[in-house]
């Protein structure tokens, strides 16, 4: 795949790697950017545990996410792109929601289950189901967004922008997936 091939050509951080990669890609919301997270410090207004559900919950979070998109992908031939596509962008959300829990002295040892993952019939189905997992999302990051707005400490609004940037990406994977469902008989 062309992906790991520049993967193996590349040096430096990987997840600088994946975020370029992703950023330029149709999957993301390029429009905005994910802040910098260097400055994240503990008790600075912004609890970890904010960020455990929307990282790990069993019936919809990130880690879900990406293992629906990443089965469909292998499942139906004609969602292949547009599923691993968007389960790469996924992935790359973990990846910042578990810095962010990092850096406020939180855990990722937490055992998550994925015995609500739902398994399409077919590609309509999965697409279906794909939709419903991106506006749960939406309505969390929403709410989370709404506890962020209030604190203005550099944590607070970082956090802020952060989940900013996860909203507006799964905004642009509802829309991504609403046009791929219209072309489905
Ligand atoms: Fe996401
Ligand atoms: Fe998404």
């Avoid at 040096?11 to 997270?37: H, K, M, Q, T």
């Avoid at 609004?157 to 507006?168: E, G, P, T, Y």
Wanted: hydrophobic fraction near 40%; charged fraction near 30%; aromatic fraction near 8%.
């Amino acid at each position: 795949m062309k992906l790991f091939k520049t993967l193996l050509e590349h040096e430096g951080p990987v997840s600088d790697f994946a975020i370029g990669y992703a950023e330029s890609s149709r999957f993301a919301n390029s429009s905005i950017g994910y802040p910098d997270l260097d400055k994240l410090q503990k008790n600075d207004g912004v609890k970890p545990e904010w960020f455990y559900d929307v990282r790990d919950r069993g019936d919809a979070s990130e880690m879900v996410a990406i293992h629906q998109y990443v089965d469909n992908s292998s499942e139906f031939e004609e969602y292949v792109d547009l599923a691993l596509g968007v389960g790469i962008v996924e992935m790359i959300h973990l990846d910042r929601l578990t810095d962010v829990i990092m850096a406020l002295g939180g855990s990722v040892k937490r055992h998550w289950s994925n015995k609500a993952q739902v398994f399409g019939k077919d590609v309509k189905d999965a697409v279906g189901n794909d939709i419903k997992a991106e506006k749960q999302a939406i309505k969390d990051y929403t709410q989370l967004l709404k506890k962020l707005e209030p604190i203005k400490t550099n944590t607070g609004i970082a956090c802020h922008a952060l989940v900013k940037k996860l909203l507006a990406d799964e905004e642009h994977h509802l829309k991504l997936l609403d046009q791929f469902q219209k072309t489905l008989s």
